[in-house]
């Protein structure tokens, strides 16, 4: 086991100088290897601090680039990174950070080709993702390559974390053995997230990582960690290992989409050349838009808005919003997911005698030129 130098003594004193922690522990961060699975909400957070505290090698695989949406909560990065990689421009400011460690960027999706070849480096994995596919993906190859796991999720308001695959401790498969019904899930491209919520969690994620790599204190290992940060509520749930969920043989990817899914029995959507063929003809129809007023500030379609909110409460009148229940109704979103909800709702309640949806919203509106 390398020693600390004197300019790492210096960077970590304060964790030096804690009687349950001390060089000890320092020395198995600076020994350890973390691989941290996504640079987006819940990455950022692990990675700085995973970084500030000294883990000697940080891995970070992510395919995508920086968005402009992404920084109310990816605090690495600024408006001058916009369309470029995650991962190497958190790999730049890990290592202004902290010139003690080593930082290695995987600009590239995770899969089940490359995965366990990845994971086989580390000691550790933390899992930022924000999808089931690459949830269960992470798990799976924990499993096969027998590596601690760092979970960590949020939704809105929430956030829950835990420790999967701890010296055969439960994985996330005992908790959750198989994936929810997509009908049951928001829309994934539409869903919003308090920006701070993503810090916490991920702060919550890097002081497990911390526990597990240096064997100080209790990791939450068979406990799920769940914060609401709305009432600062938190409670923890308790769960076993189930040895037939735990069980893993190979390596796949599951089908996953958070989209809806057209019913084959009846024509549910309308897509963007169609609407503009009708709206060029003079077609005598209703369009709406389900949208909050904000986005409505982005793109628009000159149309009726009512929030999907106001149009699918209990008791909502539809005349009196402006809408006629004679004629075909066009119900337009972001990206076709609120709309198909509500066409199918309206339809299932006989609001409206004929109703569409507009297959991949706003979005494939304006990518259309409009």
Known sequence: MSELTLQ?????????????????????????????????GLGCPVLQYLAAAGVGT????????????????????????????????????LRAMNS???VVTI?????AQNALALFSDYDLIVDGSDNFTTRYLVNDACVLADKPLIYGAIYTFQGQVSVFNYKGGPTYRCLFPDPPDPKDTPNCSEIGVIGVLPGLIGTLQASEAIKVLTGV?????????????????QQTVRFQRVPEAAHVTELKEIEFS???????????????????????????????????GWERAMAKIDSLHIPMSE?????????????QQDKLLVIYCASG??????????????????????????????????
């Open 217 to 233: 204190g209790e990791p939450l290992s068979g406990a799920l960690l769940l914060l609401d940060v709305l009432s600062m509520k």
């Open 58 to 93: 940080l891995g970070v695989i992510d395919f995508d680039t920086v968005d402009l949406s992404n920084l109310q909560r990816q605090i690495l990065f600024t408006e001058e990174d916009v369309g470029k990689s995650k991962a190497e421009v958190a790999a730049k400011r």
């Open 311 to 323: 149009l699918l409460a209990p008791g909502s009148d539809l005349i009196s919003h402006g809408l």
């Open 8 to 40: 790492e003594i210096e960077h970590y004193q304060r964790h030096l100088s804690l009687p349950q922690f001390g060089e000890e522990a320092q020395l198995k961060l600076k020994n350890s290897r973390v691989l941290v699975v996504g640079a987006g």
């Open 337 to 370: 997911g609120r709309s198909l909800m509500a066409t199918r709702e309206l339809r299932a309640r006989g609001n409206v005698s004929t109703i569409l949806s507009l297959q991949g919203g706003i979005g494939a509106w304006v990518q259309a030129g409009n």
């Open 258 to 292: 958070c989209e809806l899914e057209p019913v084959n029995e009846d024509r549910e959507e309308i897509d963007v050349q169609e609407l503009k063929t009708w709206m060029s003809e003079g077609r005598d129809f209703q369009l709406l838009d389900v949208r909050e």
């Open 107 to 111: 600009p590239e999706r995770l899969t």
């Open 100 to 102: 003690c460690i080593e």
